[in-house]
Protein backbone atom coordinates (compact mmCIF):
# COMPACT_ATOMS: atom_id res chain seq x y z
CA UNK A 1 0.00 0.00 0.00
CA UNK A 2 0.99 3.19 -0.70
CA UNK A 3 2.68 5.32 2.63
CA UNK A 4 0.17 8.72 2.94
CA UNK A 5 -2.36 7.31 0.87
CA UNK A 6 -5.59 4.68 1.37
CA UNK A 7 -7.63 2.95 -0.79
CA UNK A 8 -11.37 4.42 -0.65
CA UNK A 9 -14.60 3.47 -2.91
CA UNK A 10 -14.53 6.13 -5.03
CA UNK A 11 -11.23 5.29 -6.77
CA UNK A 12 -12.64 4.15 -9.99
CA UNK A 13 -16.17 5.44 -9.37
CA UNK A 14 -17.96 6.30 -12.65
CA UNK A 15 -15.63 4.68 -15.12
CA UNK A 16 -16.66 1.56 -15.65
CA UNK A 17 -18.76 2.81 -18.24
CA UNK A 18 -15.83 4.60 -20.12
CA UNK A 19 -13.51 1.41 -19.56
CA UNK A 20 -14.24 -1.14 -22.45
CA UNK A 21 -14.43 1.77 -25.36
CA UNK A 22 -11.90 4.35 -24.17
CA UNK A 23 -8.49 1.21 -22.74
CA UNK A 24 -6.48 -0.03 -25.47
CA UNK A 25 -6.61 -3.61 -25.72
CA UNK A 26 -3.76 -5.97 -24.92
CA UNK A 27 -2.29 -8.04 -27.52
CA UNK A 28 -3.65 -9.55 -29.42
CA UNK A 29 -2.13 -13.34 -29.01
CA UNK A 30 -1.97 -13.28 -25.01
CA UNK A 31 -4.54 -15.86 -24.17
CA UNK A 32 -2.63 -18.56 -26.43
CA UNK A 33 0.88 -17.06 -25.04
CA UNK A 34 -0.95 -18.30 -21.60
CA UNK A 35 -2.35 -21.76 -22.59
CA UNK A 36 1.07 -22.98 -24.16
CA UNK A 37 3.27 -21.13 -21.06
CA UNK A 38 0.56 -22.89 -18.85
CA UNK A 39 -0.72 -25.87 -20.83
CA UNK A 40 -4.52 -24.53 -20.15
CA UNK A 41 -6.80 -26.97 -21.58
CA UNK A 42 -10.21 -25.42 -21.00
CA UNK A 43 -10.62 -26.85 -17.66
CA UNK A 44 -9.38 -25.33 -13.91
CA UNK A 45 -10.57 -22.27 -12.76
CA UNK A 46 -9.69 -19.02 -13.29
CA UNK A 47 -9.39 -16.39 -10.12
CA UNK A 48 -8.91 -12.46 -11.94
CA UNK A 49 -7.89 -10.32 -9.02
CA UNK A 50 -9.50 -6.82 -9.24
CA UNK A 51 -10.95 -7.76 -12.22
CA UNK A 52 -13.26 -4.25 -13.50
CA UNK A 53 -15.32 -4.50 -16.40
CA UNK A 54 -14.01 -8.47 -16.40
CA UNK A 55 -11.61 -7.86 -19.31
CA UNK A 56 -8.88 -10.21 -18.92
CA UNK A 57 -11.16 -12.86 -17.63
CA UNK A 58 -13.43 -13.08 -20.44
CA UNK A 59 -10.93 -12.92 -22.90
CA UNK A 60 -9.19 -16.19 -21.08
CA UNK A 61 -12.79 -17.43 -20.59
CA UNK A 62 -12.02 -20.42 -22.91
CA UNK A 63 -9.19 -21.49 -21.26
CA UNK A 64 -10.51 -22.90 -18.12
CA UNK A 65 -13.96 -24.45 -16.33
CA UNK A 66 -15.06 -21.55 -14.70
CA UNK A 67 -13.91 -18.07 -14.65
CA UNK A 68 -14.52 -15.67 -11.40
CA UNK A 69 -13.81 -11.80 -11.38
CA UNK A 70 -13.29 -10.12 -8.16
CA UNK A 71 -13.52 -6.59 -8.00
CA UNK A 72 -14.66 -4.05 -4.96
CA UNK A 73 -16.75 -1.71 -7.85
CA UNK A 74 -20.39 -2.51 -8.51
CA UNK A 75 -20.54 -0.85 -11.14
CA UNK A 76 -17.31 -2.61 -12.89
CA UNK A 77 -19.00 -5.62 -12.29
CA UNK A 78 -21.97 -4.87 -13.55
CA UNK A 79 -20.32 -4.45 -16.73
CA UNK A 80 -18.67 -7.93 -16.53
CA UNK A 81 -21.95 -9.06 -16.54
CA UNK A 82 -23.35 -7.68 -19.58
CA UNK A 83 -20.70 -8.41 -21.24
CA UNK A 84 -20.71 -11.86 -20.10
CA UNK A 85 -24.31 -12.30 -21.22
CA UNK A 86 -23.22 -11.08 -24.77
CA UNK A 87 -20.35 -13.54 -25.13
CA UNK A 88 -22.46 -16.26 -23.99
CA UNK A 89 -20.36 -16.83 -21.27
CA UNK A 90 -22.42 -15.97 -18.43
CA UNK A 91 -23.13 -19.46 -17.32
CA UNK A 92 -19.10 -20.36 -17.02
CA UNK A 93 -18.44 -16.69 -15.31
CA UNK A 94 -19.13 -15.31 -11.85
CA UNK A 95 -18.42 -12.10 -10.71
CA UNK A 96 -17.77 -11.31 -6.77
CA UNK A 97 -17.84 -8.04 -5.31
CA UNK A 98 -14.86 -7.76 -2.55
CA UNK A 99 -11.57 -6.35 -2.06
CA UNK A 100 -8.91 -8.69 -2.97
CA UNK A 101 -7.49 -8.05 0.71
CA UNK A 102 -11.05 -10.22 1.84
CA UNK A 103 -9.66 -13.03 0.01
CA UNK A 104 -10.58 -16.45 0.35
CA UNK A 105 -14.31 -15.59 1.22
CA UNK A 106 -14.98 -19.22 0.08
CA UNK A 107 -14.00 -19.16 -3.49
CA UNK A 108 -12.55 -22.26 -3.02
CA UNK A 109 -9.14 -23.07 -4.74
CA UNK A 110 -8.35 -21.76 -8.63
CA UNK A 111 -4.94 -23.20 -10.85
CA UNK A 112 -4.80 -19.57 -12.22
CA UNK A 113 -4.91 -16.35 -10.43
CA UNK A 114 -4.47 -13.15 -12.61
CA UNK A 115 -3.82 -9.58 -12.05
CA UNK A 116 -4.31 -7.17 -14.73
CA UNK A 117 -2.99 -3.95 -13.53
CA UNK A 118 -4.54 -4.07 -9.88
CA UNK A 119 -1.95 -5.86 -7.85
CA UNK A 120 -0.38 -2.04 -7.47
CA UNK A 121 -3.65 -0.36 -5.59
CA UNK A 122 -3.79 -3.56 -3.17
CA UNK A 123 -1.99 -4.42 0.87
CA UNK A 124 0.39 -6.41 -1.70
CA UNK A 125 2.01 -8.50 1.16
CA UNK A 126 -1.37 -9.62 2.54
CA UNK A 127 -2.97 -10.27 -0.89
CA UNK A 128 0.13 -12.40 -2.44
CA UNK A 129 -0.30 -14.33 0.69
CA UNK A 130 -3.77 -15.35 0.68
CA UNK A 131 -3.79 -15.46 -2.68
CA UNK A 132 -1.05 -18.06 -2.79
CA UNK A 133 -3.23 -20.02 -0.49
CA UNK A 134 -5.87 -20.13 -2.61
CA UNK A 135 -3.83 -21.54 -5.62
CA UNK A 136 -4.28 -25.40 -6.35
CA UNK A 137 -1.04 -27.53 -5.91
CA UNK A 138 0.67 -26.19 -9.02
CA UNK A 139 -1.04 -23.57 -9.73
CA UNK A 140 0.43 -19.98 -10.91
CA UNK A 141 -0.05 -16.57 -10.30
CA UNK A 142 0.26 -14.02 -13.85
CA UNK A 143 0.55 -10.62 -13.48
CA UNK A 144 -0.19 -8.80 -16.48
CA UNK A 145 0.56 -4.98 -17.86
CA UNK A 146 1.29 -2.90 -21.04
CA UNK A 147 5.07 -3.27 -21.93
CA UNK A 148 6.01 -0.05 -20.23
CA UNK A 149 9.33 0.42 -21.72
CA UNK A 150 8.52 0.29 -25.89
CA UNK A 151 8.33 3.53 -27.95
CA UNK A 152 5.05 3.07 -30.66
CA UNK A 153 5.55 5.71 -32.85
CA UNK A 154 2.94 6.42 -35.24
CA UNK A 155 4.70 7.04 -37.86
CA UNK A 156 3.28 5.85 -41.46
CA UNK A 157 -0.34 6.03 -40.08
CA UNK A 158 -2.57 8.36 -41.64
CA UNK A 159 -3.32 10.31 -38.70
CA UNK A 160 -1.97 12.28 -35.61
CA UNK A 161 -1.28 10.28 -32.27
CA UNK A 162 -3.17 11.09 -29.36
CA UNK A 163 -2.11 14.03 -27.71
CA UNK A 164 -1.69 12.57 -23.78
CA UNK A 165 1.33 15.26 -22.88
CA UNK A 166 -1.46 18.03 -23.92
CA UNK A 167 -4.47 15.85 -22.22
CA UNK A 168 -2.53 15.76 -19.00
CA UNK A 169 -2.14 18.73 -18.49
CA UNK A 170 -5.10 19.77 -18.83
CA UNK A 171 -6.67 16.93 -16.25
CA UNK A 172 -3.59 19.14 -13.74
CA UNK A 173 -5.33 22.42 -14.54
CA UNK A 174 -8.60 21.36 -13.47
CA UNK A 175 -7.38 18.75 -10.65
CA UNK A 176 -4.38 20.21 -9.59
CA UNK A 177 -0.62 18.78 -10.30
CA UNK A 178 -0.47 16.14 -7.70
CA UNK A 179 -2.13 12.78 -9.16
CA UNK A 180 -5.97 11.79 -7.92
CA UNK A 181 -6.63 8.87 -6.55
CA UNK A 182 -9.92 7.91 -4.94
CA UNK A 183 -10.50 10.67 -2.41
CA UNK A 184 -6.58 10.67 -1.58
CA UNK A 185 -3.54 11.88 -3.97
CA UNK A 186 -0.18 10.10 -4.83
CA UNK A 187 2.13 12.45 -4.91
CA UNK A 188 4.88 9.56 -5.54
CA UNK A 189 2.65 7.09 -7.88
CA UNK A 190 1.86 3.67 -7.05
CA UNK A 191 4.57 1.22 -5.78
CA UNK A 192 6.43 -0.98 -7.91
CA UNK A 193 8.32 -4.51 -6.10
CA UNK A 194 5.79 -6.86 -7.07
CA UNK A 195 9.31 -9.20 -7.88
CA UNK A 196 9.60 -8.52 -3.88
CA UNK A 197 6.64 -8.89 -2.62
CA UNK A 198 6.05 -11.92 -4.46
CA UNK A 199 8.90 -13.63 -3.91
CA UNK A 200 8.70 -13.14 0.15
CA UNK A 201 5.02 -14.73 0.18
CA UNK A 202 7.11 -18.03 -1.34
CA UNK A 203 6.27 -17.83 -5.23
CA UNK A 204 8.97 -19.28 -7.58
CA UNK A 205 10.18 -17.67 -10.72
CA UNK A 206 9.10 -15.19 -12.20
CA UNK A 207 9.11 -16.47 -15.86
CA UNK A 208 9.18 -13.49 -18.24
CA UNK A 209 7.09 -13.03 -21.54
CA UNK A 210 6.42 -10.34 -23.64
CA UNK A 211 3.41 -10.85 -26.59
CA UNK A 212 4.13 -8.49 -29.23
CA UNK A 213 1.87 -5.60 -29.75
CA UNK A 214 1.87 -2.55 -32.59
CA UNK A 215 -1.36 -3.25 -34.24
CA UNK A 216 -2.11 -0.22 -36.24
CA UNK A 217 -5.67 1.22 -34.16
CA UNK A 218 -7.46 4.56 -35.45
CA UNK A 219 -9.40 6.09 -32.31
CA UNK A 220 -12.05 8.89 -32.29
CA UNK A 221 -12.19 11.81 -30.23
CA UNK A 222 -15.23 9.90 -28.83
CA UNK A 223 -12.81 7.18 -27.84
CA UNK A 224 -10.50 9.29 -26.42
CA UNK A 225 -12.57 11.19 -23.80
CA UNK A 226 -13.52 7.61 -22.55
CA UNK A 227 -10.24 6.89 -22.04
CA UNK A 228 -9.51 10.15 -19.90
CA UNK A 229 -12.47 9.22 -18.14
CA UNK A 230 -11.63 5.69 -17.23
CA UNK A 231 -8.63 6.08 -15.75
CA UNK A 232 -8.16 6.74 -11.70
CA UNK A 233 -6.48 10.21 -12.03
CA UNK A 234 -9.55 11.64 -14.29
CA UNK A 235 -12.48 9.80 -13.08
CA UNK A 236 -15.35 11.58 -13.97
CA UNK A 237 -16.56 12.41 -10.26
CA UNK A 238 -13.20 14.12 -9.25
CA UNK A 239 -14.17 16.98 -11.42
CA UNK A 240 -17.38 17.52 -9.48
CA UNK A 241 -19.39 21.12 -10.79
CA UNK A 242 -16.52 21.53 -13.73
CA UNK A 243 -17.09 18.25 -15.49
CA UNK A 244 -18.81 19.50 -18.34
CA UNK A 245 -16.21 22.26 -18.40
CA UNK A 246 -13.34 19.60 -18.85
CA UNK A 247 -15.20 17.66 -21.33
CA UNK A 248 -15.58 20.56 -23.31
CA UNK A 249 -11.94 21.57 -23.10
CA UNK A 250 -10.96 18.31 -24.19
CA UNK A 251 -13.13 17.93 -26.91
CA UNK A 252 -11.81 21.48 -28.22
CA UNK A 253 -8.46 19.91 -27.63
CA UNK A 254 -8.71 16.93 -29.51
CA UNK A 255 -10.06 19.19 -32.60
CA UNK A 256 -7.38 21.12 -32.94
CA UNK A 257 -4.95 17.88 -32.79
CA UNK A 258 -7.02 16.19 -35.38
CA UNK A 259 -8.56 18.09 -38.43
CA UNK A 260 -9.84 14.66 -39.31
CA UNK A 261 -11.46 14.09 -36.23
CA UNK A 262 -9.39 10.70 -36.53
CA UNK A 263 -6.21 9.72 -34.55
CA UNK A 264 -3.48 6.63 -34.69
CA UNK A 265 -2.27 4.84 -32.30
CA UNK A 266 -0.60 0.83 -31.95
CA UNK A 267 -1.53 -1.33 -29.24
CA UNK A 268 1.20 -1.92 -26.73
CA UNK A 269 2.93 -5.56 -26.19
CA UNK A 270 2.01 -6.80 -23.70
CA UNK A 271 4.01 -8.19 -20.62
CA UNK A 272 3.28 -10.69 -18.53
CA UNK A 273 5.46 -12.61 -15.48
CA UNK A 274 4.39 -15.66 -14.37
CA UNK A 275 5.01 -16.99 -10.89
CA UNK A 276 4.60 -20.56 -10.03
CA UNK A 277 3.01 -21.38 -6.21
CA UNK A 278 5.65 -24.61 -6.08
CA UNK A 279 9.16 -23.67 -5.10
CA UNK A 280 11.69 -25.57 -3.10
CA UNK A 281 12.63 -23.35 -0.98
CA UNK A 282 11.62 -19.51 -0.29
CA UNK A 283 10.66 -17.53 -3.51
CA UNK A 284 13.96 -15.96 -5.15
CA UNK A 285 13.91 -13.22 -7.90
CA UNK A 286 16.24 -14.57 -10.41
CA UNK A 287 18.66 -11.87 -11.21
CA UNK A 288 17.51 -10.04 -14.12
CA UNK A 289 13.95 -9.52 -12.05
CA UNK A 290 15.25 -7.01 -10.02
CA UNK A 291 16.10 -4.98 -12.76
CA UNK A 292 12.96 -4.85 -14.58
CA UNK A 293 10.43 -1.92 -14.79
CA UNK A 294 7.60 -2.44 -12.54
CA UNK A 295 4.33 -3.99 -14.57
CA UNK A 296 2.34 -2.29 -11.87
CA UNK A 297 1.92 1.25 -12.60
CA UNK A 298 -0.50 1.45 -14.83
CA UNK A 299 -3.71 3.86 -13.53
Request: hydrophobic share 40%; glycine share 14%; aromatic share 8%.
Amino acid sequence: MVAGWEWDETLFSGTAAHYRRGRIPYAPGLAAALARELRLDGRGRLLDVGCGPGTVALELAHLFGEIVGVDPDREMLAEAGREAVERGLDGKARWVRARAEELPGGLGTFTVAAFAQSFHWMDRDLVAATTRAVLEPGGFLVHISDLKTETRSVDGLPYPAVPYAAIDDLVRSYLGPVRRAGRGVLAQGTPGGEAEVLARAGFSGPRRLVVPGGQALERTPDDVAAWAFSMSFSAPHLFGPRRDGFEADLRRLLREASAAGRFSERRPSTEVFVWGKDATGPGRVPPYGKGLPSPGLAP
